[in-house]
Structures are given as structure tokens and as C-alpha cells.
């Protein structure tokens, strides 16, 4: 049974960081691409980070580009986000996704601001 069990959100404080993390299991972890997606309030969801199989290519949106690192441990079949310099619209729910042969999503995690 593959799952993706995302942890580690909390409150957006503006000027502060997080760590998200994405514990995988039940899929050969290192032949997926890793992604994390977002959804706000009333929008769409929209991609954040990606990260290939081996970590050898990372993009990231514009808008957290340059704020967050996403990372990937092989491992440990976790994939990592990095978030620094948060912004009150950072606020949404946080999704990991693993991407090969089939297309994997974990259940969400709520990163909400702390006003």
C-alpha cells in the first residue's frame, strides 16, 4: 500500500521558516520525481517545488523561488521543504506527490498563518 504522509507545518510567522516533510512508503522511492504542491483558500492548487529522481534537477515556482529548497534523501524515502522567509500568502494546505509509472499524493498538510 503506497502512502505519503506529509508532516512538520504549523504557523506562518512573516520573516519566519518551516520544514515540511514527506515519509513515503510502498513505492521504489528512488525512481520517483517528487513534487510539492499548494492549494490556498479559494484557489487552485498550484505547484511549489519538484525534484527529479537522484536530485539532479529542481525547479520551483516563481513565487517561492529563491525562499524555499525542496531536497529529497533517498534513504530515508523523504522528500524535504524548506521554507524560509515566509510570506502570509505561503498560507495553504501543503501536498507531497510522487510521480513514474503511477502518480502518488499524500493527504495534505495544513500551513496556516498565525494571525
Known amino acids: 500500500q503506497v502512502q505519503l504522509v506529509e508532516s512538520g507545518g504549523g504557523l506562518v510567522q512573516p520573516g519566519g521558516s518551516l520544514r515540511l516533510s514527506c515519509a513515503v512508503s510502498?513505492?521504489?522511492?528512488?525512481?520517483?520525481?517528487m513534487s510539492w504542491y499548494r492549494q490556498a483558500p479559494g484557489k487552485e492548487r498550484e505547484l511549489v517545488a519538484v525534484?527529479?529522481?537522484?536530485?539532479?534537477?529542481?525547479n520551483y515556482a516563481d513565487s517561492v523561488k529563491g525562499r524555499f529548497t525542496i531536497s529529497r534523501d533517498d534513504g530515508k524515502n523523504n522528500v524535504l521543504l524548506k521554507m524560509d522567509s515566509l510570506k502570509p500568502e505561503d498560507t495553504a494546505v501543503y501536498y507531497c506527490?510522487?510521480?513514474?509509472?503511477?502518480?502518488?499524493w499524500g493527504k495534505g498538510f495544513l500551513v496556516t498563518d498565525s494571525s
Open positions: 506527490k510522487a510521480a513514474w509509472n503511477s502518480v502518488c
Open positions: 510502498g513505492l521504489t522511492f528512488r525512481l520517483y520525481t
Open positions: 525534484i527529479t529522481k537522484g536530485g539532479g534537477t529542481k
